[in-house]
C-alpha cells in the first residue's frame, strides 16, 4: 500500500527532504497497538481520515500522518502511553490544535500521535495569585471564557485558538507581546511526562525561586522534542478599565514601522501594535466583506484608567501624524473592537483566498526593534525584486513580522523561488541580529539556521541535552534538533 506521505506531489517531497526527515520509519508492533486500544478503546484510532487529520498542519509540508492516534484524558494516561512506547522506540508526537506552520507535528518516523484536545479542563484560577493551572489542551479562549467574573485575563494571543500546551510547547506569542510578554513570560509551572514515562513539575507555586536548574524554561520552547507539556500554570493580568482600539491607515510600510517604533522608544505602553500592508488588506476585504482603505494599516490598541489611555493615544496620534497617518479609527466598546480585531486574526486565511489552490509559506523573522522599518524595507524590495505575491503584516510592536508567500505547490520553480526568498529572509534578519523564528518555532523548517544563529557550542550544548532527556530519540524526532550530529 502506498502511504500518504509517498502520494504527495514530487514537488512538496522535494521540499521535505531538504530536512533532516530520512530517518526510517519507526512503526509500533501489533502487540504494541493492541495494548493501546485494549487501554483507550474508542479514544484509540488508526481510521484513514484521523490519520491523516493528525498528519497534517497549517505548513507548506505534505501530510505525514501517525501509526495510531490516542486520545488522553490525563497525565497518567500520557504517562502510560509514553513508556509503552518506550519499551519499543516507537515515536511519540504531541498535537494540540495542530495550527502549527513548522511541520512540528508531522509523523515523519511515523509512531503514535498523542491528542490532548480532551484534556480540556481548567483546573485552579487564583485570582489572589493572579495565576491559573490548566490541563494542557485548554484553548486560550476557553480560558478566558472561564476567567470572565474574575477581573482577570489571560493575555498571550498568537491569533489561532491554540492549546496552552501546544503555546507553551512553541513559546509562542502574539498581538498581546508588546505588553504583556511570550509564552515564557507568562508560564510560571508545568507539569511534564518525560521521555521515560515519568511526570515531573518544575517549579513551586511561588512567585520566584532560585532552586535549581530552570526547568520551566527549558520546556517551554522546546516543542515537544524534550518532554510532553500535560498541565500548564500561566500568569494572569488585571483587566484594564478602559480599553480603546484603533487603526490608522500610513502611505508607506516604512511610515506605519516608524510610527510604531517611535511610540515603543517614547514610552508609550501600547497593548497591541499590528502592522498589515496594502495587499493584505485587499485580501481582509475580500474574505470579512469589509472596505478598508487599501493602504498600510495599523491596529492599535490601549488600555488603562481613562485618563492614561487618553494620554497614550493622544501621544500616538501626535506620532502617527508626523508619520503621515490619516485619521485615527475609534472602538471603545468590546463589540466594535472585535469587529477591528477579527480581521486581523483571520489574516493568514484571508490571504489563502488571493490565490485558489495555493499553499503558503509562512516566514517568521523578528528582529530588534531598532532595525525593524529597515529589515521590512528590504524584504518589501526582496519581494518586488522576485514577482512574488507575499503579504507581509505583524506584531511590529515588538519587532516580529511575517511574510505569507503564496506558491502554487505543483509548481517547482515556484517552490523554488518561495524557498529561497525564505532563506534570505531569514539570514536577512540574523544580520540585523534577530532570530530565525520570533514565535513559530523551529519544527522541521528552521532546523538548518540554528548553527548560524546560536554557533557550534550552543548547538552542541542543546544536542546534549536532547540526547539526555531523550536517549531513545523517541519525543518528536527530527524536529528542532537532531539528536545525532
Request: net charge negative; hydrophobic share 45%.
Amino acid at each position: 500500500m502506498v502511504s500518504l506521505l509517498e502520494a504527495t506531489t514530487d514537488v512538496a517531497t522535494d521540499v521535505l527532504a531538504a530536512v533532516p526527515a530520512a530517518a526510517p520509519r519507526r512503526s509500533p508492533s501489533p502487540a504494541l497497538l493492541a495494548l493501546l486500544e485494549q487501554k483507550f478503546g474508542e479514544r484509540f484510532s488508526r481510521s484513514a481520515a484521523v490519520l491523516l487529520q493528525h498528519g497534517t498542519d497549517e505548513s507548506a509540508y505534505p501530510p505525514a500522518p501517525p501509526d495510531a492516534v490516542v486520545f488522553v484524558t490525563g497525565t497518567d494516561e500520557v504517562a502510560f502511553v509514553v513508556q509503552a512506547c518506550a519499551r519499543e522506540r516507537v515515536p511519540v508526537i504531541a498535537f494540540g490544535a495542530g495550527s502549527s506552520v513548522e511541520g512540528h507535528l508531522l509523523a515523519i518516523q511515523g509512531g503514535v500521535c498523542i491528542d490532548f484536545t480532551q484534556m480540556n479542563a481548567v483546573l485552579a484560577i487564583r485570582p489572589e495569585d493572579m495565576t491559573a493551572t490548566v490541563q494542557a489542551g485548554v484553548t486560550r479562549s476557553q480560558l478566558n471564557a472561564a476567567l470572565a467574573d474574575s477581573g482577570f485575563f489571560f493575555s498571550v494571543d498568537p491569533g489561532a485558538d491554540a492549546t496552552i500546551g501546544g503555546m507553551a510547547a512553541t513559546a509562542a506569542s502574539g498581538t498581546n507581546t508588546v505588553r504583556y510578554g511570550t509564552m515564557r513570560d507568562n508560564v510560571r509551572s508545568l507539569t511534564v511526562v518525560t521521555a521515560g514515562g515519568e511526570v515531573l513539575r518544575t517549579a513551586s507555586d511561588a512567585r520566584k525561586s532560585s532552586a535549581g536548574y530552570n526547568l520551566t524554561q527549558l520546556y517551554c520552547g522546546s516543542e515537544g522534542t524534550l518532554g510532553l507539556i500535560t498541565e500548564a500554570t500561566v500568569r494572569l493580568h488585571p483587566r484594564p478599565e478602559i480599553t480603546a482600539a484603533a487603526i490608522v491607515h500610513f502611505p508607506s510600510v516604512r511610515a506605519a514601522v516608524d510610527c510604531v517604533i517611535q511610540a515603543v522608544q517614547a514610552g508609550v505602553s501600547l497593548a497591541r501594535a499590528e502592522m498589515l500592508d496594502a495587499l493584505t488588506i485587499r485580501a481582509i476585504n475580500a474574505h470579512s466583506q469589509l472596505s478598508m482603505a487599501e493602504q498600510p494599516t495599523l491596529c492599535l490598541e490601549f488600555g488603562g484608567g481613562q485618563a492614561q489611555v487618553d494620554e497614550q493615544a493622544e501621544w500616538v496620534r501626535e506620532i502617527a501624524a508626523e508619520c503621515g497617518g490619516g485619521e485615527f479609527q475609534w472602538a471603545t466598546r468590546q463589540e466594535d473592537r472585535s469587529r477591528l480585531w477579527t480581521p486581523r486574526h483571520h489574516a493568514y486565511f484571508a490571504v489563502l483566498q488571493l490565490r485558489a489552490g495555493s499553499r503558503c509559506l509562512t516566514t517568521d523573522a523578528c528582529v530588534p526593534i531598532s532595525a525593524l522599518a529597515e529589515c521590512i524595507e528590504e524584504t518589501e524590495a526582496d519581494i518586488a525584486a522576485h514577482g512574488l505575491l507575499a503579504p507581509v503584516f505583524g506584531h511590529v510592536g515588538d519587532g516580529n513580522f511575517h511574510c505569507l508567500v503564496l506558491v502554487d505547490p505543483d509548481d517547482r520553480a515556484e517552490v523554488e523561488a518561495a524557498e529561497a526568498f525564505s532563506q534570505r529572509l531569514v539570514r536577512r534578519a540574523l544580520r540585523h541580529g534577530g532570530t530565525s523564528t520570533g514565535e513559530h518555532g523551529v519544527g522541521l523548517h528552521k532546523i538548518g539556521y540554528l548553527l548560524e544563529e546560536h554557533g557550534e557550542a550552543a548547538v552542541a550544548v542543546m544536542r546534549s541535552i536532547k540526547r539526555a532527556l531523550d536517549p531513545l530519540d523517541i519525543l518528536n524526532p527530527g524536529k528542532v534538533i537532531a539528536a545525532r550530529a
